[in-house]
Every structure is written in C-alpha cells, then in structure tokens.
C-alpha cells in the first residue's frame, strides 16, 4: 500500500491517525475513490470538483491546489497497470462536539492494486440482491455526499457478500431502486436510459454524469426519474456504473435473470474512447 499523509509519502506501517482524530471518533470525513491507470488519476478533476463541493456544504478545510498535487504526485507511484486511490479529508484532532481549528486539518491517501473486471465477468454480468437496509442521509436538507459515515452502504454491501452477489440496491420507502451500495443504477426502458435522479439519497457519481453525457452524445434519449422494483426487473437491460468498475451489466437480481442488450457495452466502449476508463 501506498500512503501520503499531508503530502508526506510514509511506510503503511508507520502510518495511523491519533485516537482523537474526528475521522476515529465521529467518522467525519469526506472521500473520493479514484481510478488509476498507469500512473494517471482519471477523471481527477471531477473528483476534486465532488470534494470542493461538499467541503463548502459541510465547512470542511478543503485546500484544492495541495490536494490536487499530493492527488497526482501518489498517482504517479500507484502499481501499473490500474489501482485504487482513496482520498479522505479528516479535521483532525477534536475536543469533544467543536469543530477543530481548520489547521488540524488532514489530508490521508491510499492506493493500493486493482484488478478491474475483465470481459468475461462483464459478459456473465452482475449479480445483485435488494438491501435489507434503507439508503441514510444524515443531512437531508442537503445533497448525497460521499463521507466516511458509511453504515448504511457497509452492512448493505456485506449482506449482497454473504448472498453470493456483487451489490445490493437500496430500495426507497414507496418501493422504488435508488442505487447500489457502492454504485449508480441505469436501465433501458423503451429505447430510453433511465436513471434515478441524484439527490438527497442518490448519489451523483462521476461515472454516472459521464454515461449520461456519453448517452447524450450518441442521441440516446435519457429519462432521470424513479424506477420501481418491477420496473428494474423488467427493463430490456439493466447496469450499474462507478468510478472503478465503469459500467457493469446486471445479469440478476435475486433469482431473477434481466434481460441483457448491446447499449451498456456500446456506452462502455465509448467511454473507452475517451479515456475515461
């Protein structure tokens, strides 16, 4: 594993955070994962775009230039061909409830190997399963953020682990398909790519914005609105899309087989060609 804390390169071995640090006790913390490909941080920019924003929700220390160096300098050392690059922010030590002094201040980057789906296990697809649990978010008046306050998706992702599957997608109190633990869901539903609406409880993805722009681009017709359970189960295809797996093709949902199309590859191998994967 790599690390840089504060824009310093440490052992892994050496590396910790004191047991007073808000990211210890509170898990109050932002995130970014990021892809890496030889060497290079794709989609860094959008990345930081999502941080800088949600610091400025939240009154997080978020200096974009130092992060954004110490960002491309840990990619650069990252395994070749691809690996995972985790990006946190911390505040840093606390004293109780306040709010630390925005010197406390941490920045902590990992990065570590990554093997991303191969065209086989993009053939066979996905295989998800409905959480048990219900998609939180602590501060409703405000958008889905990616911060280190992570149970819900935790114990979402650990049950679709002990049922066999890769993902488990959170339903919504009426029975509609928000998103996937640690991904964005798309279908295709009469010739048009339908998307949850990001929000309050969907998350809106760097890969999700870039399929939608790649769609708009190939004249797709995209609906950004609620897609109910049967709706999913039904669709002519389904997929799920993030910063790592880019797009991934559902096979099934429990012990339903989907129906499966060429558009998930077709957008897949246009976003290939753009170098954003």
Known sequence: MIVNLDGRFIPADE???????????FGDTLFETIKVHNG??????????????????????????AVRAALLQTAARCPRPTARLRLTLSRGICTGLQTPPAQNAR????????REPDE??????????????????????????KR???????????????????????????????????????????????????????????????????????????EERPISKQALLQADEAFLTNALIGILPIDRVGNTPLKRGPLALKLLHSLDKSNVL
Do not use: W
């Open 15 to 25: 590396a910790g955070l004191p047991l007073n640090d808000g990211a210890v006790l």
């Open 148 to 222: 280190g306050n992570y149970a819900d998706c935790l114990y979402a992702a650990r049950h679709a682990a002990t049922k066999g599957a890769r993902e488990a997608l959170f339903l919504d109190a009426d029975g509609c398909v928000l998103e996937g633990a640690t991904s964005n869901l798309f279908i295709i539903e009469n010739k048009s790519l339908v998307t949850p609406e990001a929000g309050e409880l969907v998350l809106a993805g760097i890969m999700r914005r870039q399929v939608l722009q790649t769609a708009t681009n190939l004249g797709l017709r995209i």
């Open 107 to 114: 920045v902590i980057i990992t990065a570590t190997r990554y």
């Open 120 to 145: 086989a296990q993009r053939t066979a697809g996905a295989v998800c399963v409905f959480a048990p649990n219900r998609r939180v978010n602590p501060l409703c008046h405000l958008p889905q953020m």
């Open 40 to 65: 290079k941080a794709l989609l860094a920019d959008a990345h930081l775009d999502r941080l800088v924003l949600s610091a400025a929700l939240l009154d997080f220390p978020c200096d974009r230039d």
